[in-house]
């Protein structure tokens, strides 16, 4: 089992809560880098998101390593309700299919929005597990959150 993630920015909000998955579970993660980066600045951040959902702008990106587990946890953002681009590009093309995806997302009120339908269409053979979504500006105090559907998903002690 490993995490691989994407994050606009050091230290954004999908990063810290990967952190508390982490270490809970002790995994290393792994994290998806866009080849442009994307800006800091959260209007620009979302002007250029915005650009990339409505003209179907798939930016590349790349990995640390090969992820060559066959159970994945999977952490993003929810843009526009859906997986960031630069997210869907980087599964369709560059990961073979995990026999398992546990997601994670952190949104501002998407929730999980309609990631769960996209990686099904992105992985039909793949069986996509129970969510986790947190409101972004509550990442900081979601490690309860974390414990709990680690718990639910039995992956408490099983890594």
Not at 67 to 80: A, E, H, K, N
Not at 113 to 142: M, R, Y
């Amino acid at each position: 089992m490993e995490i691989a993630y994407f994050t606009h920015a050091e230290d954004g909000n999908t990063e810290i809560l990967m952190r508390k998955i982490a270490g809970q579970l002790n995994l290393p993660s792994n994290r998806i880098m866009p080849k442009k980066p994307y800006p800091i600045s959260y209007e620009a951040l979302v002007e250029r998101a915005k650009d990339e959902h409505e003209h179907s702008i798939f930016p590349e990106a790349s990995i640390n390593h090969e992820i060559s587990d066959d159970v994945l946890i999977l952490g993003t953002p929810i843009w526009f309700g859906e997986l960031p681009n630069v997210v869907k590009k980087f599964l369709k093309e560059q990961l073979v299919a995990p026999r398992v995806i546990y997601p994670f997302c952190t949104s501002e009120g998407s929730g999980l929005g309609n990631s769960i339908n996209e990686l099904k269409a992105i992985f039909p053979d793949t069986e996509i597990k129970l969510g986790l979504a947190v409101q972004g500006s509550k990442v900081n105090k979601a490690d309860q959150a974390v414990a709990n559907w680690l718990e639910q998903l039995n992956l408490k002690g099983a890594v």
